[in-house]
């Protein structure tokens, strides 16, 4: 039979798990696009982890002899070490990582293995390996946002006051505090933390045990296999636990918006690090030189942090089209569950850890901050308060005022608290000499205390709150 026949029956195919109602393989073809193992063999670990735990509740519930459980979690552990080690060799033609997994099991330990896939499916074992995949990604990522968020307290602290402007639609506002400015991240990155573990509260319920779609007839206990893996329980409806992928759609929007978070810090390091803001400056380990202007320094890693989300979106929106109108309870649709799931997570790891060395990285160019505070006017809001708390004048005329004085120190050229007292009665005649120690930014960031608020020692409040709420250490 020729190489080229798509129709030649290979050793694989004959021992197929589908058994005895197919008396011919599967076309290369249809080989290759049913395969999955190119991308979920990284699931190897949680397949083992719940076939260890399967067998081990199949012989507690006398469905398999002790003798048969000890050679499989034998044998098992023999897989996870060839495949650590890289001498296990994976085969497409058995698709899975599942297949190639009790394939190999098989070959170490004969009629025992056989003996394994006794009260389960495919489909509950991948929803299990999936999950359990999906948990640990979770815990590893919270321990990175974690981490992301002490660089950022760590530098907010250095920074409490360390005075810059705020801005709202990119134009001069108020002036604030860099830490202060940071912290509005560590907030953002808290939820984000949040969202992550109210996914993983969700997700722990255990699949296995429910089979294909419907349960199964032998005595199995589904609670010991659960208690096992970690999960919290096993899942209450067996046709809704091998369909649910709501776990993995839960994590990639709860990673796309920290994506975005991330994205919004990135952009702000490119602003910041650009020659006309200058606020901020990052070392040769996070910038790149340019292949023909030889006084470049760009900012690619913080570019490439800001293009994160379009992947990441990207494989929530996929994975919500796979499952849209996909009835109950499996199809092989589902077989694209993973690999936008496991890029997702990549790209959020690596973005997160970017960012984590950039924030430790870079140094805040005092200087340029503060002087970037002389133009744009950011005590006029200041001025208006004054006019309302000292002068009693309701805040849209107080606000009219001051927009006044505003325009009168435009067509001088000056900043506000450069023009003089009777300047700026020439609007407000019942403004006093005490408005001068107002209209300074250092004046305007001390006055705001609110809670919340941007003055140091409110800032420095809040970054200790955080630490605690956050338990992040000091």
């Not at 006794?118 to 999906?134: E, G, I, P």
């Not at 589902?334 to 790209?347: L, Y």
């Amino acid at each position: 039979m020729s190489k080229k026949d798509t129709t030649a029956v290979s050793d694989a195919a004959k021992s197929s798990i589908w058994g005895g109602r197919f008396s011919r393989g599967p076309s290369q073809l249809m080989q290759d696009i049913n395969a999955s193992i190119a991308y979920d063999k990284q699931l190897y670990r949680q397949d083992i982890d719940g076939s260890k735990a399967h067998a081990t509740m199949l012989a507690t519930c006398g469905i398999i002899s002790d003798a048969d459980c000890a050679a499989i979690h034998d044998g098992l552990t023999k897989i996870s070490t060839e495949i650590e080690t890289g001498e296990f060799v994976f085969s497409a033609a058995l698709e899975d990582i599942h297949m190639n997994v009790e394939s190999r099991l098989a070959d170490l330990i004969g009629e025992p293995a056989r003996r394994l896939h006794t009260a389960r499916s495919r489909n509950d074992q991948v929803a299990t390996d999936f999950k359990l995949w999906v948990r640990a990604s979770i815990d590893a990522l919270d321990d990175a946002l974690a981490a992301l968020q002490e660089a950022l307290l760590d530098k907010a602290d250095e920074h409490c006051d360390t005075i810059m402007p705020g801005f709202t639609h990119l134009q001069t506002a108020q002036p604030v505090t860099f830490g202060f400015h940071l912290m509005a991240y560590v907030e953002m990155l808290g939820r984000d933390r949040g969202r992550l573990i109210d996914a993983r509260v969700r997700l722990n319920e255990s699949p296995l045990g429910a089979a294909a779609l419907a349960g199964t007839s032998f005595p199995i206990d589904r609670h010991q296999t659960a208690e096992l893996l970690g999960f919290d329980r096993p899942a209450a409806n067996a046709m809704d636990a091998v369909s649910d992928r709501d776990f993995a759609l839960e994590l990639l929007a709860a990673a796309s918006i920290c994506a975005v978070h991330l994205s919004r810090l990135a952009e702000e390091m490119v602003i910041w690090s650009s020659d006309r803001f200058a606020f901020i400056s990052l070392s040769d380990a996070f910038t790149t030189g340019s292949s023909i202007m030889p006084q470049k320094r760009n900012p690619d890693a913080a570019e490439l942090v800001r293009a994160k989300p379009g992947r990441i979106i990207g494989s929530l929106n996929g994975l919500l089209i796979v499952l849209k109108g996909l009835p109950l309870a499996y199809g092989k649709d589902m077989q694209e569950d993973k690999e936008g799931v496991f890029d997702a997570v990549d790209s959020l790891a690596i973005a997160i850890a970017a960012t984590s060395g950039m924030v430790r990285d870079m140094t805040a160019n005092k200087d340029a901050m503060r002087a970037a505070l002389t133009t744009g006017f950011p005590t006029a809001t200041d001025l208006a308060d004054y006019m309302v708390r000292e002068l009693g004048l309701p805040f849209r005329e107080a606000h009219h005022a001051s927009g006044s004085i505003v325009a009168l120190a435009a067509k001088k050229g000056c900043d506000l608290d450069a023009l003089s007292l009777a300047e700026m009665q020439t609007v407000e005649p019942r403004i006093k000499a005490d408005i001068m120690g107002i209209l300074t930014v250092e004046s305007a960031v001390a006055a705001r205390t609110s809670f919340g608020g941007t003055a140091p020692t409110e800032l420095k409040a809040r970054i200790a709150d955080a630490r605690s709420r956050f338990n992040i250490k000091g």
